[in-house]
């Protein structure tokens, strides 16, 4: 069996893998998921730009959890559904990414202020393989991952 992304381009999968977005060559604003186009920046009339890895790690800005069962494609169906928890992380880039968290942590490990990091996790497998989706683990004060 393969790994293979659900989203392509998102996320690098190396052994520290990272999100992947874009750049304004015109302003130097940086988004995810990646801009094409023209730049959504409204001062900027920028159309090129280039692909960045962003920051693995950042700061946690607000968490929930999700209670109920997203229609698909969102989310392949589990029966029982099991709710999940939910970070927006800002980076240092300056932006904040909602994601989904590590499995095993919950609303219960999450802290504002809190750093957190990427991770890449099997969302699913099918009978062609797995496919791989980034989440935030959360970092324990020590700046190393927690064990959970």
Same mark, same amino acid.
């Given at each position: 069996?393969?790994?293979?992304?659900?989203?392509?381009?998102w996320?690098?999968?190396?052994?520290?893998?990272?999100?992947?977005?874009?750049?304004?060559?015109?302003?130097?604003? /940086?988004?995810?998921?990646? #801009?094409? *186009?023209?730049?959504?920046?409204?001062g900027?009339? +920028?159309? @090129?730009?280039?692909e $960045?890895?962003?920051?693995?790690?950042?700061?946690?800005?607000?968490?929930t959890?999700?209670?109920?069962?997203?229609?698909?494609?969102?989310?392949p169906?589990?029966?029982p559904?099991?709710?999940?928890?939910?970070?927006?992380?800002?980076?240092?880039?300056?932006?904040? /990414?909602?994601?989904?968290? #590590?499995? *095993?942590?919950?609303?219960?490990?999450?802290?504002? +202020?809190? @750093?957190?990091?990427? $991770?890449?996790?099997t969302?699913?497998?099918?009978?062609?393989?797995?496919?791989?989706?980034?989440?935030?683990k959360?970092?324990?004060?020590?700046?190393e991952?927690?064990?959970?």
């Amino acid at each position: 069996m393969t790994a293979t992304p659900a989203i392509d381009g998102w996320f690098t999968t190396g052994p520290d893998p990272t999100l992947v977005g874009t750049r304004c060559t015109t302003c130097e604003t /940086v988004y995810f998921p990646r #801009a094409s *186009g023209f730049c959504r920046n409204p001062g900027c009339s +920028g159309e @090129e730009f280039a692909e $960045v890895e962003l920051s693995r790690r950042g700061t946690i800005w607000s968490y929930t959890d999700a209670q109920y069962q997203p229609p698909p494609p969102y989310i392949p169906s589990s029966d029982p559904y099991v709710p999940f928890a939910l970070a927006a992380v800002e980076l240092p880039e300056g932006m904040v /990414v909602l994601g989904q968290v #590590a499995e *095993g942590y919950g609303v219960a490990d999450l802290h504002v +202020g809190a @750093e957190a990091e990427v $991770v890449v996790e099997t969302l699913y497998s099918d009978e062609t393989g797995e496919r791989t989706i980034w989440r935030w683990k959360p970092v324990t004060e020590m700046g190393e991952e927690s064990d959970q």
